[in-house]
């Protein structure tokens, strides 16, 4: 480290000594810079966003595309703005993983197309890249089931049909689960569906994956029917059954499954809700479906400051951005507004920062608002056509040469307005 420092100094020295070389190495760095630019900032694309800003024409359509169903479109200025207003008793909702699958990810046209959805927007955060990718980050339930738990008490929407009438709720909300032992003692459950960290105790059910993709530094337990079935120590990704679930256990949470836990012992999971709100639990323990986002727009008319942002984990960059944005409102008598806010032009990155949705909402008349998973991963699919984006691709020109594989990537057009693939969404079928 010494010598390092060492002939920095000298090499800094050597440049401020002799003027030429400095001015040398001045002009090699700039030069290297300049390439790194190129190579990361897509300056194509700087012509698209400058030209959004430049439309002057603009337009706001509102039709009844089913009973009870009301689809309005703004275009103004480059930006795209898709309403889609349902009244509580015209149509089910319920959201869906990609590939029906904990892992993994999926376009969302090809999501609605394959469930036969009338519209569909994108919905939850999920992991980006590694093994894990796909991996829902926040809350999922579906058809009564966790797949995956909430993140940093997050917000979230919540679906249960009454009477045959939809009721839907905006809250933030945590999740305790527990194992209760044959002793009658409990262990905490960390997280279901996800990557098993340091002393973490986490439950895999067979809509994750073929096997847990652990590590073999944990012990493993295959339960069915409440019954410990078999215990496997220190060989990591075990199959998991279709008829049962697996208890994976790292560092001082193996030593607790190891040493209150055999082979036909009877376990339990319990599941408690923990909303912002108190006295809604059992509401929420209700919910057939539930899908997190987050941050929290408004409760009840009111819009969330910076600080209710930050607490739910969200810096000054996220909501204070022009980001494109998804996101649902509620209004009193229980109507939904599903919403988006993109560019009209396919790969130009435009929208508004989360206070201004706030008021958006509350101009259209909801009480409550959740934003979710916006950017590239904002779509909003209608009666099978992509309407979050007007305009698409340029054909491409004849004779103009293609791009070939580069290691061991592949080099495919891709048709921009299929937008990023994506983990979960939320499909509405008209009833």
């Not at 194992?179 to 067979?206: A, C, F, M, Q, W």
């Not at 899908?291 to 727009?297: A, K, T």
């Not at 209004?331 to 990155?349: E, M, P, Q």
């Not at 779509?379 to 698409?392: A, G, Q």
Request: proline letters at 4%; glycine letters at 10%; charged letters at 25%.
């Amino acid at each position: 480290m010494f010598d390092i420092i060492y002939l920095a100094k000298r090499s800094i020295r050597f440049i401020g000594r002799y003027r030429r070389t400095g001015i040398v190495v001045r002009f090699l760095l700039i030069f290297c810079f300049g390439i790194w630019i190129g190579r990361m900032v897509q300056f194509g694309k700087i012509a698209d966003y400058v030209r959004s800003f430049s439309q002057t024409a603009g337009s706001d359509v509102t039709r009844s595309v089913a009973p009870g169903i009301v689809h309005r479109q703004i275009a103004r200025k480059g930006m795209l703005t898709n309403i889609l207003t349902i009244s509580p008793n015209a149509a089910e909702l319920r959201p869906y993983r990609a590939l029906n699958a904990g892992i993994g990810t999926e376009t969302l046209p090809s999501l609605a197309k394959r469930h036969k959805a009338f519209a569909a927007i994108n919905g939850g955060y999920f992991e980006m890249t590694g093994t894990f990718r796909g991996e829902s980050v926040g809350a999922l339930k579906i058809n009564g089931k966790w797949v995956s738990e909430p993140e940093q008490a997050r917000a979230v929407i919540g679906l249960r049909t009454v009477d045959g009438k939809l009721e839907a709720y905006i809250d933030r909300i945590a999740l305790h689960i527990e194992l209760v032992l044959p002793s009658r003692n409990r262990l905490t459950i960390d997280g279901i569906n996800r990557g098993r960290g340091k002393n973490e105790l986490v439950l895999y059910r067979p809509d994750f994956h073929i096997a847990t993709l652990t590590m073999p530094d944990g012990v493993e337990l295959i339960v069915k029917n409440g019954e410990v079935t078999s215990i496997h120590d220190r060989q990591g990704s075990l199959r998991i059954p279709a008829d049962g679930y697996v208890l994976s256990g790292n560092g001082k949470k193996r030593e607790l499954l190891l040493s209150q836990l055999s082979v036909g012992d009877i376990v339990q999971i319990r599941e408690t809700v923990i909303p912002e709100r108190v006295g809604d639990n059992r509401l929420w323990l209700s919910c057939q479906h539930i899908i997190g986002g987050g941050p929290l727009l408004l409760r009840n008319g009111v819009p969330s400051s910076s600080q209710a942002y930050h607490a739910e984990g969200f810096d000054k960059s996220f909501y204070s951005f022009w980001h494109p944005r998804t996101a649902i409102g509620k209004k009193t008598d229980g109507t939904l507004l599903f919403v988006t806010i993109t560019a009209t032009s396919a790969g130009v990155r435009r929208g508004v920062t989360l206070p201004r949705l706030a008021q958006l909402f509350l101009e259209w008349g909801a009480k409550d608002a959740l934003n979710l998973d916006g950017g590239a991963s904002s779509m909003f699919i209608l009666e099978d056509e992509v309407v979050s984006v007007k305009e698409n691709d340029k054909p491409q020109q004849s004779g103009k040469r293609a791009k070939t594989a580069h290691g061991n990537r592949r080099i495919r057009a891709r048709p921009k307005q299929l937008g990023r693939a994506i983990a979960d969404a939320l499909l509405i079928f008209p009833r």
